[in-house]
């Protein structure tokens, strides 16, 4: 059955809904992980919670992935604060967290979380518009038209904001790996 058939036939036979997690928890779960962590089991079944609460009301033109995934950006925006202080403490962690065992693992490892944390501060100092385009694009994986319909914006705005959000945070990183001292 289609996302729709689905929807529709929900509104009278409630466990019909159930494909409809079966077929996008999946994505939504790993976009949720990658921006908030371990509260996205709870982020998850929330956006389930309401997207059945609100099914009734779903519009067709959407689309099922837009629609959910703008139920999660939604409630993500709740936990913008707790988002934004879980970026400035990866940006403060400490580049050596333990001796490794090998040279090559050790530098690999120490690129790895010095990226880690470098990117962490790039997206903590992005205003949360630009973050939630550049994050649906890159985690999420969704088109320009995609994300438009998640954030009820024009799809030139969604270009915009990715446009700037990829400058500056590729300025940020640039700019973190110039001022380094060399080794």
Known sequence: MSDLD?????????ERFAPLFDRYAGAIHRYLARRIGSPADDLLAETFLIAFRQRAAYRPSVGVPPWLFGIATNLLRHHVRTEERRYRALSRLSAVEEQP???EDAIDRLDARALR???AAALASLHRRDRDVLLLAAWADLSYEEIAATLAVPVGTVRSRLHRARRLTRLALDATHITEEPK
Do not use: H
Not at 6 to 14: D, G, K, N, V, W
């Open 6 to 14: 689905l929807i529709r036939a929900s509104t009278t036979e409630p």
């Open 117 to 119: 944390r470098d990117l």
């Open 101 to 103: 065992t090998q040279v």
